[in-house]
């Protein structure tokens, strides 16, 4: 299964570039890790069906003050298409949604 995020400066107006991502299982057992590229997406090769979580390093993106110093979304995955988790991010909130 092939996962995909993208992560959007919605602030700024621009793709967020160089975010610590890692993908874990529910249990917390790490999948997969990461940076985004320069146009802000990673992806993934996940080991198929089940429960996972994005965990997103905001820290290093918005500084060490910043209010939402992680995200971390949780999803179930029950097929083996490709899914796209994208994270629209600002200093004082986020948003996400199952992407195409």
């Known amino acids: 299964m092939n996962l995909s995020t993208h992560v959007l400066d919605t602030a700024r107006g621009i793709p967020a570039a160089g975010v610590p991502i890692r993908l874990e299982t529910t249990g917390g057992a790490a999948v997969g890790t990461g940076y985004t590229d320069a146009d802000g997406r990673l992806r993934f090769d996940a080991p198929g ?35 796209h988790v994208p994270l629209l991010l600002s ?10």
Do not use: C, K
């Not at 003050?65 to 995200?71: N, Q, T």
């Not at 200093?91 to 195409?100: A, E, I, L």
């Open 49 to 83: 069906p089940g429960r996972y979580r994005l965990v997103f390093d905001t820290a290093a993106y918005n500084g060490p003050d910043a209010f939402f110093p992680e995200v971390a979304i949780s999803f179930t995955v029950i097929d083996d298409r490709h899914h």
């Open 91 to 100: 200093p004082f909130g986020y948003s996400t949604y199952r992407g195409s």
